[in-house]
Protein backbone atom coordinates (compact mmCIF):
# COMPACT_ATOMS: atom_id res chain seq x y z
CA UNK A 1 0.00 0.00 0.00
CA UNK A 2 0.85 3.50 -0.94
CA UNK A 3 0.20 6.57 0.82
CA UNK A 4 0.86 10.82 1.03
CA UNK A 5 -0.48 13.30 3.07
CA UNK A 6 -2.21 16.39 1.64
CA UNK A 7 -2.33 19.83 3.39
CA UNK A 8 -5.61 21.29 3.06
CA UNK A 9 -7.58 24.51 4.61
CA UNK A 10 -8.70 21.80 7.31
CA UNK A 11 -5.55 20.11 8.17
CA UNK A 12 -3.36 17.13 6.74
CA UNK A 13 -5.49 14.58 5.07
CA UNK A 14 -3.94 11.37 4.83
CA UNK A 15 -4.09 9.27 1.53
CA UNK A 16 -3.64 5.55 0.67
CA UNK A 17 -4.23 3.11 -2.16
CA UNK A 18 -3.81 0.07 -3.77
CA UNK A 19 -3.40 -1.48 -6.97
CA UNK A 20 -7.65 -1.52 -6.71
CA UNK A 21 -8.06 2.24 -5.42
CA UNK A 22 -8.04 4.23 -2.73
CA UNK A 23 -8.33 2.58 1.23
CA UNK A 24 -8.18 5.98 3.25
CA UNK A 25 -8.74 9.71 3.04
CA UNK A 26 -8.86 10.93 6.27
CA UNK A 27 -7.84 13.78 8.10
CA UNK A 28 -4.82 13.15 10.45
CA UNK A 29 -5.59 12.17 13.98
CA UNK A 30 -9.43 11.67 13.21
CA UNK A 31 -10.97 8.98 15.03
CA UNK A 32 -10.08 5.41 13.68
CA UNK A 33 -7.56 6.71 11.56
CA UNK A 34 -5.25 4.16 12.60
CA UNK A 35 -7.59 1.72 11.31
CA UNK A 36 -8.33 3.14 7.95
CA UNK A 37 -4.43 4.58 7.43
CA UNK A 38 -2.42 1.55 8.17
CA UNK A 39 1.47 0.94 7.69
CA UNK A 40 2.40 2.79 4.25
CA UNK A 41 5.13 3.15 2.09
CA UNK A 42 5.45 6.75 0.84
CA UNK A 43 5.02 7.53 -2.53
CA UNK A 44 2.68 8.43 -5.44
CA UNK A 45 0.49 6.64 -7.72
CA UNK A 46 -2.16 7.77 -10.41
CA UNK A 47 -4.80 7.05 -7.81
CA UNK A 48 -3.04 9.46 -5.47
CA UNK A 49 -2.91 12.11 -7.70
CA UNK A 50 -6.22 11.91 -9.25
CA UNK A 51 -7.90 12.12 -5.69
CA UNK A 52 -5.12 15.07 -4.57
CA UNK A 53 -6.61 17.24 -7.80
CA UNK A 54 -9.86 16.20 -6.45
CA UNK A 55 -9.00 17.91 -3.42
CA UNK A 56 -7.71 20.92 -4.99
CA UNK A 57 -10.83 20.92 -6.39
CA UNK A 58 -12.62 20.40 -3.65
CA UNK A 59 -11.28 22.87 -1.32
CA UNK A 60 -11.40 25.72 -4.02
CA UNK A 61 -15.17 25.57 -3.73
CA UNK A 62 -15.82 23.69 -6.93
CA UNK A 63 -17.67 20.16 -6.82
CA UNK A 64 -15.37 17.88 -8.19
CA UNK A 65 -16.27 15.18 -10.47
CA UNK A 66 -15.30 11.36 -8.49
CA UNK A 67 -14.95 10.13 -11.78
CA UNK A 68 -11.05 8.46 -12.17
CA UNK A 69 -10.59 7.76 -8.46
CA UNK A 70 -11.56 4.16 -8.11
CA UNK A 71 -12.30 3.47 -4.23
CA UNK A 72 -11.58 0.22 -2.45
CA UNK A 73 -12.54 0.78 1.54
CA UNK A 74 -11.84 -2.25 3.44
CA UNK A 75 -15.17 -2.86 5.84
CA UNK A 76 -17.93 -5.35 6.34
CA UNK A 77 -20.02 -5.85 3.31
CA UNK A 78 -23.36 -3.66 5.88
CA UNK A 79 -20.62 -0.93 6.12
CA UNK A 80 -19.94 -0.94 2.51
CA UNK A 81 -23.56 -0.69 2.04
CA UNK A 82 -23.81 2.39 4.07
CA UNK A 83 -20.84 3.68 2.31
CA UNK A 84 -22.27 3.00 -1.06
CA UNK A 85 -25.29 5.19 -0.25
CA UNK A 86 -23.01 7.72 1.42
CA UNK A 87 -21.60 8.33 -1.90
CA UNK A 88 -24.80 8.86 -3.28
CA UNK A 89 -25.65 12.06 -1.10
CA UNK A 90 -25.68 14.73 -3.33
CA UNK A 91 -23.07 17.76 -3.52
CA UNK A 92 -24.09 20.41 -0.97
CA UNK A 93 -27.19 18.17 0.58
CA UNK A 94 -27.81 16.20 3.94
CA UNK A 95 -29.42 13.55 4.88
CA UNK A 96 -30.58 12.62 8.45
CA UNK A 97 -28.79 9.43 9.83
CA UNK A 98 -32.93 8.03 9.92
CA UNK A 99 -33.52 8.83 6.14
CA UNK A 100 -29.56 7.36 5.85
CA UNK A 101 -31.20 3.69 7.82
CA UNK A 102 -34.02 3.47 5.80
CA UNK A 103 -32.53 3.83 2.39
CA UNK A 104 -29.23 1.06 3.61
CA UNK A 105 -32.55 -1.22 4.80
CA UNK A 106 -34.22 -0.90 1.50
CA UNK A 107 -30.53 -1.68 -0.51
CA UNK A 108 -30.19 -4.65 1.89
CA UNK A 109 -33.65 -5.94 1.47
CA UNK A 110 -34.94 -4.93 5.11
CA UNK A 111 -38.19 -3.24 6.96
CA UNK A 112 -36.06 -1.68 8.61
CA UNK A 113 -32.44 -0.44 9.74
CA UNK A 114 -30.97 0.57 13.13
CA UNK A 115 -29.86 4.22 13.00
CA UNK A 116 -27.41 3.78 15.50
CA UNK A 117 -26.15 0.75 13.48
CA UNK A 118 -26.26 3.12 10.47
CA UNK A 119 -24.46 5.90 12.44
CA UNK A 120 -21.65 3.31 13.63
CA UNK A 121 -20.85 1.87 10.04
CA UNK A 122 -20.31 6.10 9.02
CA UNK A 123 -18.06 6.62 11.53
CA UNK A 124 -15.91 3.78 10.37
CA UNK A 125 -15.87 5.54 6.73
CA UNK A 126 -12.19 5.22 5.78
CA UNK A 127 -12.84 7.74 2.85
CA UNK A 128 -14.12 10.39 4.44
CA UNK A 129 -15.24 13.18 1.64
CA UNK A 130 -15.39 11.39 -1.33
CA UNK A 131 -17.74 9.29 0.77
CA UNK A 132 -19.25 12.70 2.39
CA UNK A 133 -20.36 11.16 5.95
CA UNK A 134 -20.10 14.92 7.08
CA UNK A 135 -23.44 15.01 5.14
CA UNK A 136 -25.27 13.27 7.90
CA UNK A 137 -27.09 15.15 10.25
CA UNK A 138 -29.28 14.30 13.04
CA UNK A 139 -32.85 13.96 12.67
CA UNK A 140 -33.37 17.41 14.45
CA UNK A 141 -30.79 18.92 11.92
CA UNK A 142 -28.23 18.80 14.61
CA UNK A 143 -24.75 18.20 13.66
CA UNK A 144 -24.05 15.42 14.99
CA UNK A 145 -20.97 13.39 14.95
CA UNK A 146 -17.71 13.32 12.19
CA UNK A 147 -14.76 11.29 13.20
CA UNK A 148 -13.09 14.49 12.39
CA UNK A 149 -14.27 16.72 14.68
CA UNK A 150 -17.86 18.61 14.82
CA UNK A 151 -15.74 22.29 13.82
CA UNK A 152 -14.90 20.43 10.53
CA UNK A 153 -18.37 19.04 9.78
CA UNK A 154 -19.28 22.18 10.05
CA UNK A 155 -16.64 24.20 7.37
CA UNK A 156 -17.21 21.07 5.00
CA UNK A 157 -20.95 21.80 4.57
CA UNK A 158 -20.45 25.81 4.66
CA UNK A 159 -17.70 25.43 2.06
CA UNK A 160 -20.55 23.32 -0.07
CA UNK A 161 -23.31 25.66 0.84
CA UNK A 162 -25.25 23.22 2.62
CA UNK A 163 -25.09 25.47 5.57
CA UNK A 164 -25.04 28.92 6.43
Not at 3 to 8: A, K
Not at 19 to 44: R, S
Not at 51 to 78: M, Q, V
Not at 150 to 158: M, N, P, S, T
Request: hydrophobic share 40%; with cysteine; aromatic share 6%.
Amino acid sequence: MIGCRYVSPLGTILLAADDTGLTALCFEGQKHVEKAYPEVTIGTSPILERAAEWLDDYFAGKCPNTDGIPLNPSGTDFQKAVWKRLQAIPYGSTVTYGALSAQVAVDLGKESMSARAVGHAVGMNPISLLLPCHRVIGADGSLTGYAGGIDRKIALLKLEGALK
